[in-house]
């Protein structure tokens, strides 16, 4: 074998910074511009695409040009033991690569009155650039396998706030992040609620050209550009698997290599029941697919790629994204999908999406469900027998709690079960089943007082010492509610931080001891304790943006401090128009909405996607700051099929633009002035002249619209959109506003 071809390619992993096989790219020539200038990038894409590679080509040629250091962490090899390990080892491994002098363990202590995340952005702010003269280049590989962390959204929102902060702080500026992994951009923040990651660049890793990669020509025996041609034909230009296929070709430098031969090879490596098994890559793009929970839908589209349909791309679908990602299809033209490459196209082909795609029993197994469970009710009913008094008090208030989400209702409910001698287990059993959410939303209540004593007393009169954790902080509790409720804000404080010392994960604990701290005039500490409040539980960010947003000192202090409360301001500050959102049943959406679209732009959208059959309440609500003025009349509403545009509802002007000078909704849709002005909605509990009241912050003034899906609608409409307009710009020349829009099952 000639020593040349030995080790020109390289068989799986990154490639060496001087790999002769290497071949460039337009990411190669991109990546380091804007690197240069400061920008957040990322690459993301399937595996096996040369990500590693361009890394390891990237840091060394911004070592040798110097006035860059870089810093380069695969995140999988953190670890997981516990959220703040997790970003305790992320800030030291970043500061030993760095070569900072700042005892990181003692400042880590020193500020854990700070998230995790808020530490994180504090010492990038503090130590590294402060610390470092250089620019910084992080590199942050296999960035996917942070996905299935609690914290991962606060992670890389805590990112897109460094970038966004250099527009504020030109400190910033000097600091860059690369992320790397197989995700799309839109995993990387999960939560609707949340601004999506929409900053910075992506860096696009292609399949590699045949006239760029001639170089390779080099490490083939002869007729080594015929070789390549024929590897071109079977991968399509796939970084690994050219790699792999001219690895072999290499390591037989003495062998003829015709096309039969070549083809034979990509049998043997590639095409066998043996290598579907054995071949990494094979074994991702098979498991992912068949791992997937949209496993069907990805098989399906699949297929009718396989078949030869031509399939547009459609950015918006999760089940096109999913397929692109897995590596299975790439974009042609930037229009239509198609297989990746001809390996690929053999490997998987319609036999084994046959093999992969089961028989829907799914209608078959309803009905028998439904027949099984009427049966046991006829049984149950037959056999139930009348319990004693105390026992029919408890399955009462059982049956109460559990057939409601009113709050105050679960409150009484479940505070007069733990009332009750004998049945504390059932009523911890009750609540402990509840998830971390509900329980937030039960505590946060004024009215969930009754609750807490009722569970003080019972846990008092249990004499079990396991509980004495327990008593005290609900008595603290109590004490720092009761102390609060007649402005002894100092002896509220000192019970707050008594209970949560004794239990610093109860984000109910920490939103009252907010509260108190704002009637101190105690911001930062205000502000603190609500940037934990939402990352022990993001369920109570309605709350916590209604404070935010109606306390102007507070409003302003977090304003003057976003770097220390990324969570915070991305929720209070950086709302995401509510046209990036979607809304689906039982969710809710805070987002900014854009006064004036009926007369400049058009209309705005929300995607709602698919309803089932059944009633709903649609709710619309200003949540402004208090003090901004900001207000809006709509003047339409639609739920609309979004490809067809027909109709669920609407309620407004469809047509004509309405005249500007008038402000009365009555005037609007009285239908003997404006037949086309369909109103035959109830809105809220008043009539419909009264929908459009204005959306007066002042009041909070909330929007209600009930209406029904039909089985009918159900089975043929699939994608709908609900569809706004408004009529008056906000106040003081403001142009837009923030708006809570929730959807749910009567």
């Avoid at 996917?144 to 990112?159: E, G, M, P, Q």
Wanted: glycine content about 4%; charged content about 25%; some cysteine.
């Amino acid at each position: 074998m000639d020593t040349r071809y030995s080790d020109f390619f390289v068989a799986g992993g990154a490639l060496r910074s001087n790999a002769p096989s290497y071949v460039r790219r337009v990411a190669d020539e991109l990546l380091p511009g804007l690197l240069a200038k400061g920008k957040l990038c990322y690459v993301l894409n399937t595996r096996q695409m040369g990500k590693s590679s361009l890394v390891v080509r990237m840091i060394d040629d911004l070592r040798k040009q110097g006035g860059v250091k870089t810093v380069y962490i695969e995140l999988n090899t953190i670890g997981t033991a516990t959220d703040e390990m997790w970003f305790y080892s992320l800030v030291s491994e970043i500061a030993y690569q760095l070569n900072t002098t700042t005892d990181v363990r003692n400042w880590w202590k020193e500020h854990n009155d700070l998230a995790y995340v808020s530490r994180f952005i504090k010492f990038l702010q503090n130590i590294v650039l402060g610390e470092v003269e250089e620019r910084i280049a992080i590199f942050l590989d296999e960035i996917d396998t942070v996905l299935k962390f609690d914290f991962s959204d606060d992670f890389f929102a805590a990112i897109r706030a460094l970038y966004n902060n250099q527009a504020v702080d030109k400190s910033f500026q000097k600091l860059s992040f690369v992320l790397l992994g197989v995700a799309a951009p839109h995993d990387l923040i999960k939560d609707q609620t949340r601004t999506p990651f929409n900053v910075g660049y992506r860096i696009r890793l292609d399949e590699l050209k045949l006239e760029d990669a001639q170089i390779m020509v080099q490490g083939l025996p002869q007729r080594g550009e015929a070789i390549l041609e024929r590897i071109f034909f079977w991968t399509n230009g796939h970084p690994y698997l050219t790699q792999k296929i001219g690895y072999k070709i290499a390591q037989n430098d003495d062998v003829i290599w015709t096309d039969e031969r070549i083809d034979a090879l990509v049998h043997e490596l590639f095409l066998t029941d043996k290598a579907l098994v054995e071949e990494s890559n094979l074994q991702f793009v098979r498991d992912r697919m068949l791992s997937s929970t949209r496993k069907d839908k990805l098989l399906d589209l699949y297929r009718q790629i396989r078949q030869g349909k031509q399939i547009k791309n459609d950015e918006q679908s999760p089940t096109h994204n999913e397929l692109k990602l897995y590596g299975l299809v790439r974009v042609e033209d930037q229009e239509y999908l198609t297989i990746r490459n001809r390996i690929y196209q053999d490997v998987f082909d319609l036999d084994w999406i046959k093999e992969n795609q089961p028989v829907n029993w799914r209608r078959h197994v309803v009905i028998v469900v439904i027949a099984v469970l009427f049966m046991l009710s006829m049984l149950l009913y037959i056999l139930w027998q009348r319990p004693q008094p105390v026992d029919v008090l408890a399955e009462s208030y059982i049956n109460n709690f559990e057939s409601t989400t009113n709050p105050i209702l679960r409150l009484d409910n479940l505070a007069k079960l733990y009332a009750l001698p004998g049945y504390l287990d059932e009523a911890d059993e009750l609540f402990t089943s509840l998830t971390d959410d509900e329980k937030a939303a039960l505590l946060i209540n004024e009215a969930s007082t009754s609750l807490l004593e009722a569970q003080l007393t019972t846990l008092k009169q249990a004499n079990n010492k396991e509980n004495k954790i327990l008593i005290a902080e609900i008595s603290n509790w109590l004490t720092g509610r009761n102390a609060a409720l007649v402005a002894d804000y100092e002896t509220a404080r000192v019970a707050f931080n008594e209970a949560i010392n004794l239990n610093e994960n109860n984000p109910v604990t920490r939103f009252e001891r907010a509260l108190v701290s704002v009637k101190m005039n105690d911001y930062q500490k205000a502000l603190a304790d609500l940037e934990v409040v939402l990352v022990l539980n993001r369920s109570l960010q309605g709350q916590v943006l209604e404070l935010t947003s109606n306390e102007p000192l507070l409003y302003a202090e977090l304003e003057e401090n976003k770097v220390s409360f990324p969570i915070l301001t991305e929720l209070v500050l950086e709302t995401t128009l509510c046209t990036e959102q979607k809304l689906r049943p039982g969710g809710r959406i805070l987002c900014t909405f854009t006064s004036g679209l009926r007369q400049e732009n058009g209309r705005q959208k929300i995607s709602v996607g698919e309803l089932s059959s059944g009633q709903y309440v649609l709710t619309l609500r200003n949540a402004s700051p208090e003090y901004s003025g900001t207000w809006v009349v709509f003047d339409y509403l639609a739920l609309k099929e979004s490809s067809s545009e027909i109709s669920i509802w609407e309620i407004g002007i469809s047509n004509t633009p309405p005249d500007y000078s008038q402000r009365s909704w009555k005037e609007f849709c009285d239908p003997k002035v404006r037949p086309d002005c369909t109103a035959e909605f109830i809105i809220g509990t008043t009539d419909v002249g009264d929908f459009v009241k204005e959306l007066n912050d002042w009041e909070f003034t909330v929007v209600k619209i009930y209406f029904e899906i039909t089985d009918e609608q159900a089975n043929r409409l699939t994608d709908l959109d609900l569809v706004l307009s408004t009529l008056y710009s906000t106040h003081e020349g403001a142009d837009e506003f923030k708006m809570e829009v929730s959807l749910a099952g009567e």
